[in-house]
């Protein structure tokens, strides 16, 4: 094979999207080139298979699947009684820097098997996909952190007098800001599964994330 | 016809009308992808459900600055690796084959590397393929790399230009037609290797 433009021109002639003036000039190629002609000949019987394809009739299946299964959240205030100021605390959106920065520091790992879950801590094989993550979390956490005490400030300034009602509204909002942090996480953990499922070995994010999820109602 | 991009707009705003007539517009060239990969029915719908439930789920991220249709393939194809990936760590029947298509035993003619594709009393009638160029084909895009076979997917079942491949995948439109020409090349030594599948048998 001494010709050089063999790949290209044998690409062009399988092109059945190929220009009339491109396929042209391509035919005028291959016709005194016999490099080409023979690997297109060569070629030609593997093209045919691929085109041989039967095309199949779709069976019926549930076509609203997807919307079905990823309904938008509810919010948490009206899903459940108000809640009383003893635990609001817990579900300061604060935490969840705390569980991510966690997740970061210990460099958590969570395996899904047949088992079922693993919860494991430290380095492992797949360091290299851990650090990638880790920066991501970090900067995650870092805008987290930024949020929670602009959030903190705008409460005390909001809430500026201690009566039980102002509580009791403090801790709503506080419901609301908790609810749109999971639904946050959730979208984020949702996107990696989908579009880049190379890291998903390396769930730090999940695992921050079934905590987190682990303390819904 | 409504166009994609509205379809997903008005899907967006929760019309379950346009997400369903989305979804049928590609449901046939997604399960029929499905179908190559997996070469049977049950992983076929499994894979094109999981494709469009991913397709759903991003759908407020697609730009329409692509088509719809590299968009939804580069979903699909990130599914069908994790699913092989999948598969191929967690086998269900341990009855992986090798890459090898020469060491392919003979008189399992249901072969392929999606272990819960086949159990021991399913047998090529159940491939939902009985037409024998489909059960060929499936057999053979196995033995390409995920790379190759996503190249020969996207130009001759899925019919883009060169040039929207390399857009899609971000490489050029050389490297697109040099792989393409790779896995053609390869697709055909894989056919000498199979005399079955000679044109000239
Ligand atoms: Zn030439």
């Known amino acids: ?217 | 016809m409504e166009p994609d991009n509205e379809l997903i707009a008005n899907a967006l705003n929760g019309s379950l009308h346009a997400w369903e007539t989305l979804v049928r517009r590609y449901e046939g060239r997604v399960y029929n992808y499905s179908l190559r990969l997996t070469g049977n029915r049950d992983d076929a719908l499994d894979l094109m459900q999981d494709v469009f439930l991913g397709v759903y789920r991003n759908l407020s991220r697609f730009r329409g600055e692509s088509q719809f249709i590299s968009w939804l393939f580069r979903i699909a194809h990130n599914k069908a690796v994790d699913l092989a990936r999948r598969r191929h760590a967690n086998p269900v029947k341990g009855q992986a084959l090798p890459e090898d298509p020469d060491a392919w035993p003979e008189s399992q003619s249901s072969g392929s590397q999606w272990p819960g594709s086949q159990t021991s009393d399913s047998g090529p009638q159940e491939l939902a393929m009985a037409i024998e160029s489909n059960v060929a084909i499936h057999r053979l895009l196995q033995a390409l790399s995920p790379e190759q076979r996503l190249i020969l997917e996207l130009k001759v079942f899925q019919g883009m230009t060169f040039d929207e491949i390399a857009m899609m995948q971000e490489i050029s439109a050389n490297t697109a037609k040099t792989r393409f020409y790779a896995a053609l090349k390869k697709l055909r030594a894989l056919m000498e290797g199979h005399h079955e599948l000679s044109p000239n048998r």
């Open chain 1, 1 to 217: 094979m001494s010709c050089h433009r063999t790949a290209d021109i044998v690409a062009d002639y399988f092109d059945a999207r190929l220009s009339p003036p491109a396929r042209l000039a391509v035919q005028q190629h291959v016709s005194t080139c016999t490099d080409c002609r023979a690997e297109v000949a060569a070629l030609a019987p593997a093209h045919e298979l691929l085109l041989s394809w039967q095309q199949q009739p779709v069976p019926e299946w549930d076509r609203s699947h997807g919307p079905a299964a990823h309904q938008p959240r509810q919010p948490l205030v009206r899903r459940r009684p108000r809640p009383t100021w003893g635990h609001v605390g817990r579900w300061l959106p604060l935490a969840a820097s705390l569980v991510l920065s966690v997740a970061v520091l210990t460099q958590t790992r969570l395996d899904v098997s047949a088992q079922g879950w693993q919860l494991s801590f430290g380095t492992s094989a797949a360091e290299r996909q851990l650090q990638q993550l880790d920066g991501y979390l970090a900067e995650q956490a870092r805008v987290q952190q930024q949020e929670n005490q602009q959030m903190l400030e705008a409460a005390l300034q909001q809430f500026g007098d201690n009566t039980a009602d102002t509580l009791v509204q403090m801790a709503d909002w506080f419901e609301q800001q908790r609810a749109l942090d999971i639904q946050r996480m959730e979208a984020g953990f949702q996107q990696m599964l989908d579009r880049d499922y190379q890291t998903v070995n390396s769930v730090q994010q999940l695992a921050s994330y079934v905590q987190y999820q682990g303390d819904l109602p």
